[in-house]
């Protein structure tokens, strides 16, 4: 096992005549199961508050979670790359506005190598299950390259994650390619193709334009169009970038500006539509916007949205709708009844015969068993997936649920507000931080949230809940993928500001810290004994 400088394992049980494995003592006190900025973000927070006996796992071959694997033609940020990077990490080189997936990508490395991460790494590692042992305060996790024990389970696999397959009946009889948009196929060749795209999101809108030069004919079949508003993505000059490097000030104007951009798009608009108009201003100029890229009078009605901006997240392109006004184009809106084995067959009959399908169907987000991305399974054997089912999505500020110690979240349900990903990522690394150094102060083996701190704050956002966007009328026909089955939009209806305070004020009693001994009782560590845990700790 690794040791820690500052391990967390309860001092007393080491003299017992025990192995390890009777002792309770894990593998690793920390693991984190993910490689993206959220797992790369969690791991800097833990080696700067001095906890160093962790490892990362990922399924993939490399790092950067959802941008080693959507690696498909035009992939990009869609806010400004000044506000897509940590705080603490600061990249004066973007050649983009708008950073493209390699960029980002090759950012994640640099932050692994510049904090000594690569060691930590455990890539081709597909955590499948993760259950606590109650009896020693620890989880055990289950991966197709062995079993490993941690004391503290830091989920980071993100929301970007798993792949939704569209549920459409005959897919597998279809004779040409498919592929998801999030597993990518470059052995596929365009050229002289007729190219299917399933789904109108995020990733089609980047798709479209891409790949439509390079196909013989391309049909976009579309159930629920998307907003789409013009971007500032300019090319960085070389010396530019110098410039921004060398001028602090420059560098953080950039950021306040860029910042100040993405919690005007989508948070303001979102959760405070009533008080700040700015969301009926933008729906008018993305509507002008539509019309002066889209020359056919029918294809712009096709394209424009029925419902209000800020139901689903906008998108921000600047040649999405002008692919449509190439010949080789075809915005099919009929719904789609079934695919066989030459393509897809609408609901007025036609068969749309294709070469290539590309399912652009976006990601399980309001799954109860899509995030984590493994089994979950905490005390008295109760999955995390079944609870969230019968209670609803729910987790303490984004981060912990009742009956399952030990096990942290960076993307839970209300934890993020709708800005920047890193906003999150660093938010929700300081909650995880504050309790693992309580934790560590009062020797604490196990950590979990008290029910009634958890039902408290559920309370309060969805007190909070109807004064956002998503339950407008305007949202009827968004068919948007924030409602999860109950109904429910799992996104923090607060502002990026309050949501940071909330993880360095909230309050640490919330939470049941628990020393075990060898003698098999428990002691109860309140936020008072934590002087005393520390002088034992020193």
């Known amino acids: 096992m690794a040791t820690s400088d500052h391990a967390l394992s309860a001092p007393g049980n080491e003299a017992d005549g025990a192995g390890p494995e009777q002792r309770g003592i894990p593998d690793h006190e920390i693991v984190i199961v993910g490689a993206g900025f959220s797992g790369i973000g969690s791991a800097i927070k833990l080696v700067e508050a001095g906890f160093n006996d962790f490892v990362i796992l ?80 620890l989880w055990r996790l289950s991966t197709q390259q062995g079993d490993i024990s941690a004391r503290f389970v830091i989920n980071a696999s993100g929301a970007l994650t798993t792949p939704k397959m569209p549920d459409i009946e005959g897919i597998e009889l279809f004779a040409g390619s498919v592929m998801h948009s999030a597993r990518w196929d470059d052995s596929v060749d365009f050229s002289d193709a007729r190219v299917g795209i399933i789904g109108t999101g995020a990733s089609a809108v980047q798709i479209i334009p891409a790949i439509a030069p390079r196909t013989r004919h391309l049909t976009v079949f579309q159930r629920t169009p998307i907003w789409c508003m013009p971007k500032l993505d300019l090319k960085i000059p070389g010396a530019v970038q110098t410039l921004i490097g060398r001028i602090p000030a420059l560098e953080l104007a950039l950021r306040v500006a860029s910042e100040a951009f993405v919690e005007i ?27 002066s890229q889209v020359k056919d009078p029918a294809l712009r009605e096709k394209l424009l949205p029925t419902y209000t901006l800020g139901c689903k997240r906008p998108s921000f392109h600047n040649s999405y709708y002008a692919a449509y006004n190439r010949a080789n184009v075809h915005l099919e809106t009929n719904a789609i009844s079934r695919i066989d084995e030459r393509g897809v067959v609408t609901a007025d009959g036609a068969t749309h015969e294709l070469d290539v399908l590309i399912l652009a169907t976006g990601f399980k987000i309001a799954d109860p068993d899509a995030n984590p991305t493994y089994e979950l399974i905490g005390n008295s054997g109760q999955r995390l997936a079944d609870w969230w089912d019968a209670n609803r999505l729910q987790a303490y500020e984004g981060v912990s649920v009742p009956g399952f ?3 942290f979240s960076v993307y839970g349900p209300y934890g993020y507000n709708g800005s ?37 704050f559920f309370e309060a956002m969805l007190s909070r809940r109807y004064r956002q966007i998503f339950w407008q009328k305007g949202c ?54 934590a002087a005393a845990g520390s002088a034992r700790q020193g």
Do not use: M
Not at 61 to 80: C, K, Q, S
Not at 104 to 126: E, F, I, P, Q
Not at 270 to 279: I, L
């Open 476 to 529: 009827c026909s968004s068919n948007s993928y924030y409602f999860d089955k109950h109904g429910d939009v799992p996104i923090r209806p607060t502002t990026t500001w309050n949501t940071a305070r909330r993880a360095k004020r909230f309050p640490l009693d919330d939470y049941r810290f628990t020393t075990a001994h060898a003698s098999g009782n428990d002691r109860a560590a309140s936020p008072d004994t």
């Open 58 to 137: 990922d399924d993939g071959d490399g790092v950067g979670g959802t941008w080693h694997w959507n690696r498909y033609p035009g992939v990009a940020v869609d806010i400004p790359s000044y506000s897509y990077q940590f705080s603490f990490e600061k990249r004066a080189t973007w050649s983009r506005t708008y950073a493209n997936g390699a960029e980002l990508a090759d950012y994640a490395s640099h932050c692994v190598d510049k904090y000594g991460l690569r060691g930590r790494l455990r890539l081709n590692t597909n955590v499948q299950s993760a259950r606590f042992d109650e009896a020693h305060a």
């Open 420 to 456: 920047s990903y890193f906003n999150l990522i660093e938010t929700q690394a300081g909650h995880i931080v504050r309790c693992l150094n309580h934790a560590r102060a009062t020797a604490s083996t196990l950590v979990e949230i008290k029910p009634e701190a958890n039902s408290r």
């Open 265 to 291: 798009t989508f948070p303001i608009v979102a959760h405070y539509h009533k008080f700040f108009p700015v969301g009926k201003l933008a729906q008018q100029q993305a509507k002008l916007y539509l019309y």
């Open 405 to 407: 110690p030990n096990h």
